[in-house]
T-cell receptor, first 114, second 111 residues
Framework: DGGITQSPKYLFRKEGQNVTLSCEQN?????MYWYRQDPGQGLRLIYY???????QKGDIAEGYSVSREKKESFPLTVTSAQKNPTAFYLC?????????????FGPGTRLTVT | GENVEQHPSTLSVQEGDSAVIKCTYSDSASNYFPWYKQELGKRPQLIID?????GEKKDQRIAVTLNKTAKHFSLHITETQPEDSAVYFC??????????FGQGTILTVHP
């Protein structure tokens, strides 16, 4: 399971608290992504970044924030403004070459907010 | 933006049968169509992908077909085995851009 890691695997928080999810990759990939997965649903894009110090909103960015200070790291903060934060969060990365568009996923973090 | 619809939501087959999952997309500019397999509680893993300049791609028991005119693509699994049981997702993107996923298909292969 090397290459792209997420920690912790399970995370529990009280409502009203901000929480930061870690995502690290040692694949030398340029782009990194955050997805949210709810039970019985597909993955929805929260934020993505194709270069250090730059990132774009995905389809459901409200209530989330990210930073990309290093190529290897793309942490996601779930703020208290996110109305339904309980979900499975997946980080992914990809190399920006025309020969491959594949996104590689991390093992995920299951966040429960009560 | 892109919208991807996936059918069926559940699929049950007997071991050895074939399974077909279909997806449609809305953005004619999309040119990359991957299929991911996700086992319970695990990360999605790419099983096959296809680009818009190719109509069909095969890898052992798995094949994907693409109809650009109709804007739909399908996953075909032949000689299914119990270990094929998982959730399968289709997706579409424009190159490295945002991947838009379908809702997923729960495939169950009965021994």
């Amino acid at each position: 399971d090397g290459g792209i890691t997420q920690s912790p695997k399970y995370l529990f928080r009280k409502e009203g608290q901000n929480v930061t999810l870690s995502c690290e990759q040692n694949l030398n990939h340029d782009a990194m992504y955050w997805y949210r997965q709810d039970p019985g649903q597909g993955l929805r894009l929260i934020y993505y970044s194709q270069i250090v110090n730059d990132f774009q909103k995905g389809d459901i960015a409200e209530g989330y924030s990210v930073s990309r200070e290093k190529k290897e790291s793309f942490p996601l903060t779930v703020t208290s403004a996110q109305k339904n934060p309980t979900a499975f969060y997946l980080c992914a990365s990809s190399i920006l070459v025309t020969s491959s568009y594949e996104q590689y996923f991390g093992p995920g973090t299951r966040l429960t907010v009560t | 933006g892109e919208n991807v619809e996936q059918h069926p939501s559940t699929l049950s087959v007997q071991e050895g049968d074939s399974a077909v999952i279909k997806c449609t997309y809305s953005d004619s500019a999309s040119n990359y169509f991957p299929w991911y397999k996700q086992e319970l509680g695990k990360r999605p893993q790419l099983i096959i992908d296809i680009r818009s300049n190719v109509g069909e791609k095969k890898d052992q028991r798995i094949a994907v077909t693409l109809n650009k005119t109709a804007k739909h693509f399908s996953l075909h699994i032949t000689e299914t085995q119990p270990e094929d049981s998982a959730v399968y997702f289709c997706a579409a993107s424009i190159g490295w851009g945002k991947l838009t996923f379908g809702q997923g298909t729960i495939l169950t292969v009965h021994p």
